[in-house]
């Protein structure tokens, strides 16, 4: 028996439901035989709903479309309709590019947000995960159940009750604490003739809930939309079938199985001894026998229990690197060449010439070209699982991580310890601290479900400088989470103090260093001003 809730449908339903989608009762389904725009915009819609996409598309959907001539579709019964051609040049012939060519929009439900990273993974995959910002995690399945992960091995072993015990105790927490604090914060930050009630009341939600996603376990299931390439999902599931936690192995053959209803030509080598399966091999194994030496050689070091954000990594002649490449391409002379113009540059060239390059930048996604991409910067950081959950989406860089664990502490929200709720919010953090330490011997992959969002983890994460710019001006927004509006902050400082890159960090004007009370307020009335326009 799977650990995943089937919807019901009716038998209208289920008649308008299996022309679109390619199961109707698995937690993975592939959309099919719908416009692109509506595939995007129900995955638009679907990150902000705490709607199973199925029941969005009957609820929100069904109304606007022409469904007359679809009658006899039915993707349930599978498309195998691979192309002669996509054989022979594909599968025969290997040319990789062909399978770039086609895609798929693929629902990914009721996934752990240890599995929502995993599938996340990739550079060249689109995604749109549900957000704790929006959707209260108070509300239950249909069959009274909360809304976590319960792994088959572990809820059937002797710490399956005290699992699902504590499991259910933190989300009793979160639930209890989350309308007292929406009370304080309306309390707190009264509204304001401007705002009508509906925008008052999602930013005082928005807040509440910002504060309290500490308190949900890493088990906490999400739904998340992809849409990727054949070649993509190929690289995805040999990457999840070498995984070492269960959830992931399981998840890749439920994807497995519905994209080849889709794309069957471009997944056919997933499992070929030689070519797949001998993938997947290479990468358990590597990463196996990588991590067993690194544990027989590392010294164990004293715990520092606080957030940072450190810059570990960057060239000291960076901005000499960015102005040579600024000049090689605008110019015919050779990269030597253009590395001598630089060095007899005066400060005031050097900063006239980088100027000219960014221009007048009118918004934060008006972004020079890719001489920024000559210099990097590595940063080592600690912050809560809940902030890292939202940087990890910046792909284009280089981000790797340790395993979440409790060793490294925990954040309490600030508007937590003024509304006088730290007490009941550490209380529930330290049942999940001996959850996961008394999980770790049997269970060491399993036991980060026991992991609430609050406790800190470690990871690094290189990027050139045009990314830099990217993640550190929409990271800093005024809308942003408070633990990653912290981080941006960090970095462009340390880029300009401890890299020394000064026109850099100047070229980064859409840095947002403003003190907000509200952080979702702004931006709800721009979309009540949007939604005013449309009608």
């Known amino acids: 028996m799977h650990a995943y809730v089937a ?39 679907y990150s902000r709903s705490s709607k199973s996409l199925r029941r969005l598309f009957l609820d929100e959907f069904v109304g606007d479309l ?36 086609g895609g798929v929009h693929l629902a990914c439900e009721q996934a752990s947000n240890i599995l929502t990273k995993v599938l996340e993974w990739g550079r060249i995959m689109s995604y749109l995960e549900q957000s704790t910002r929006y959707l209260g995690y108070d509300k239950r399945f249909a069959d009274g159940r909360y809304r976590y992960y319960r792994d088959h091995d572990l809820t059937n072993s002797k710490l399956g009750l005290r699992y699902v015990g504590d499991m259910d105790r933190m989300f009793d927490t ?21 705002d009508t009630d509906f925008v008052y009341r999602q930013a005082i939600r928005a807040k509440a809930l910002d504060a309290v996603r500490g308190l949900l376990p890493a088990s906490a299931l999400s739904n998340l939309g992809i849409y990727a390439s054949g070649q993509a999902y190929e690289a995805l599931l040999l990457r999840m079938r070498a995984h070492p936690l269960p959830e992931v192995r399981n998840y890749a053959e439920l994807m497995y199985e ?4 889709v794309i069957p030509s471009f997944l056919k080598r997933v499992n070929v001894a030689e070519r797949g399966v001998a993938w997947t091999d290479y990468l358990r194994e590597t990463k196996s026998a990588t991590a067993q030496i690194v544990q027989s050689m590392v010294e164990s070091e004293p715990v520092e229990d606080a957030e940072y954000v450190r810059l570990v990594g960057f060239n000291s002649r960076g901005e000499d690197d960015v102005l040579e490449a600024i000049v090689f391409a605008n110019s015919t ?9 630089v060095g007899k540059m005066t400060g005031d060239q050097r900063a006239e010439l980088m100027k000219s390059y960014v221009g007048e930048r009118e918004n934060r996604r008006h972004r020079p070209g890719r001489a920024f991409e ?18 990890q989406r ?24 003024e509304a006088g709720l730290a007490e009941r919010y550490e209380d529930s953090l330290q049942r999940s601290a001996a959850l996961y330490f008394d999980l770790k011997e049997e269970f060491p992959e399993q036991a980060q479900y026991a992991v609430a969002l609050a406790f800190r983890i470690r990871y690094v994460m290189q990027m050139n400088a045009r990314e830099a710019m990217h993640l550190i001006e929409l990271r800093s927004g005024p809308q942003g989470h408070p633990s990653y509006r912290r981080v941006a902050h960090e970095m ?15 070229s980064m004007n859409y840095v947002d260093f403003s003190d907000i009370d509200l952080e979702r307020l702004e931006a709800e009335r721009n979309a009540e001003r949007s939604r005013a326009k449309r009608h």
Do not use: C
């Open 374 to 391: 000559r210099t990097d910067y590595r940063f080592e950081l600690v912050t809560d699982y809940g902030a890292f959950r939202d940087l």
């Open 492 to 506: 462009a400082r340390q880029i300009d103090e401890v890299a020394g890159h000064h026109e850099i960090a100047k």
């Open 333 to 341: 002379v050779t990269h030597e060449a253009a590395a001598a113009t």
């Open 7 to 45: 919807e019901d449908f009716t038998d209208a339903e289920v008649a308008i439901l299996r022309r679109y989608f390619t199961n109707l009762d698995g937690p993975v389904f592939a959309l099919v035989n719908l416009p692109e725009v509506v595939k995007g915009a129900l995955f638009a819609r």
């Open 258 to 261: 519905e994209l080849v209803k």
């Open 174 to 194: 979160y639930g209890e604490l989350l309308p007292e604090l929406i009370e304080y914060i309306g309390k707190k930050f009264p509204k304001t003739p401007e």
């Open 394 to 417: 910046h792909r284009m860089l280089t981000l790797e991580w340790q395993p979440l664990t409790v060793e490294l502490g925990y954040d309490v929200p600030e508007i937590i310890r």
């Open 66 to 101: 022409d469904l007359e001539g679809d009658v006899t579709v039915d993707a349930t019964i599978g498309l195998d309709r691979a192309d002669d051609l996509y054989q022979k040049i594909f599968y025969e012939y290997g040319d990789d590019s062909v399978a770039q060519l």
